[in-house]
């Protein structure tokens, strides 16, 4: 007993963390899955974490527990949990009844919920200890991700995945961030069973960077799983290409596209005349917008298939799915095709060599048109029409048509078109305080970031424009907004300003930024190097011309020189001038020119290219801070 106890406390001790993992947040000490699927219906998931919370400083995350199930498909059969203190030694057991439990997920339908636990031990570091095993029935649609990875700043000492399957089963797998020697499992064949086991040691805490990749795959170590057949909710299908995925994807949508004859009318009647296709989308995508609402629907089979049009059409409501699938058979009733699609936005991506269900999140509409495609965002309609927005641009979309699916690269627009541009002209005073009259334009990209500018109160656009100047406690007033909206959107902000200060005032003197009326963004990268790939999602282009009339009694006592720099990353350019007579020819001691210029350019980058990224970055975040230095008689 004497000898287990010692045992026990130098397992779960913390002080037998090797000093190269405890720079992080916590470390995971053991990760064990085991799951083991005896048939397409039934499946169970036995699970094992150590996590070992090194410090208080936004480390108990590392420790919470969080279990999901889904209501008739999955639930929690057994939880056991302990928690030891530094040394190792047990200071408390948890039980199944001490985990709480919600079904709120924030959707107004959903058959999910979840069991969690935060452990809140007063002193560190602290290690918890959680086994729990999770049942599936009525199917399942993929094998659990393996990712051991909890979070950033949290090594892992150990991590072991399982998969037991019945002899000959068939699937396919995809490791990301694993080395070659870890990647390939290592089998073993137990009776009728086939068991595949995936071992991981002594995985480096991941630190965010500034330019990450955007998706999981790329940055974290995981592997995916999908199952040859399948079945979910009485469902069965096919995953081993996404063609046999699309096919099963297609019985999902049969007879879901019905409209009621009440609606027919009333597109009957909103169509009248019209023979343009496109006019006619865009009065079902206007329709669409007034008419409907956004929810999330996630209960049973209906988490992957779409309510019915009719469905829709009554309650006014529906999720992604339900939305693109309604907009579908309207468009369908005026005689024009087009193709539900799933997508995967934020972090997730669809592979297009490698079918799985965790590669999209979202739905969409495809609607080849005119020798071109539109890619209708059906949840947002308020977003130009013909417009394709970031959130799903330069990605492949899965596709599904004639039965199957298949995966299709959305477009994307060249950088230069999303330009924010910025005019302006100031009158400065002798005491240093200015008003002037500013005109903002916004296209591509750049209106979308500023569409919400539409909806705002007079009050909620002047602090909108307070906070994106560069000038100390501003005063905004004659505020107008218009907008072009199109496939190739366009808004227009004019606003006065007015401030006591132009720039930061030391006695006679006055600093005035180069870019007065834009902040900037001035990344700090990191001297010590760089171990992911350096991605600009969404390059664009500001252009700022600003005039500054100078009243008598000003001279100029520093201008900032020219500067041009051209880089495979982006352009940048900065001319400041003085015109010796004001811009409107009154009487004073003439106008500052203002002209800047900066093109980012969208791209992926190795880590090669660090330290030139790192010069260009930095380069540019000095001239940005350049200042005009006026003295005042």
Known sequence: MCCAGLYGQQLYSSFTIPENMKKGIAVVRNYEVHFERPNINTASERVVLVVTVLNGKNSDAAAKLNINVKNNFSSLKSFSGEIFDSRGNSVRKVKK?????????????????????????????????????????????????????????????????RLTLPSGTLFHSRSFNIPDSSAKPKKSVI????????????????????????????????IYFSPHEFSYDGVTGYMDSWKSYGQWLSKLLVERNVLPDELKQKIDIMTAGIDSPMEKIKILYDYLAATTRYVSIQIGIGGLQPMTATEVYKTGFGDCKGLSNYMQAMLAHCGINSYYTEIGMYSQRVLPDFANVYSTNHAILQV??????????????????????????????????????????????????????????????????????VTKTNHMNRYVYNMKFAKMSNNERINDISSSVNIATPYISEVYYTEKKSANPISTINYNIEAMNLGSKTGKRIFVKVSPLRKTYDVKLSKSGRKFPIVIENGHIDKDETVINLPVGASIEVLPKPIVINSKFGDYSLMVSLD?????????????????????????????????????MDTIAKVNNAEIVLKFD
């Open 97 to 161: 009844k001490d985990l709480k439990y919600t079904e709120y997920f924030g959707q107004l339908a959903s058959d999910y919920a979840a069991y969690y636990y935060e452990p809140l031990y007063p002193s560190y570091p602290y290690t918890v200890k959680y086994q729990w095993e999770v049942t599936y029935k009525n199917g399942i649609l993929a094998f659990p991700t393996f990712d051991p990875v909890p979070g950033i700043y949290c090594p892992v000492e150990k991590a072991a995945y």
């Open 191 to 222: 009776k009728d069973k086939d068991i595949y086991e995936w071992k991981l040691k002594n995985i480096a805490a991941i630190e965010p960077e500034p330019f990450a990749p955007a998706t999981a795959i790329e940055c974290w170590p995981m």
């Open 368 to 437: 080849p048109i005119d020798g071109d495609t539109l890619w209708l965002e059906c949840t947002n309609p308020n977003l130009p029409l013909g417009y394709t927005h970031d959130d799903i641009a330069k990605r492949y979309a899965l596709v599904v048509r004639e039965g199957t699916a298949y995966p299709v690269m959305v477009n994307s627009y060249p950088d230069s078109l999303h330009l924010s541009e910025i005019k302006a002209e100031i009158d400065l005073a002798i005491d240093g305080s200015f008003q002037g009259s």
């Open 580 to 616: 010796k007579s004001n811009s409107d020819g009154r009487i004073g001691n003439g106008a500052i020119k203002i002209k800047r210029s900066f093109l980012f350019r969208s791209g992926r980058y190795s880590v090669e290219n660090y330290s030139d990224f790192k010069t260009f």
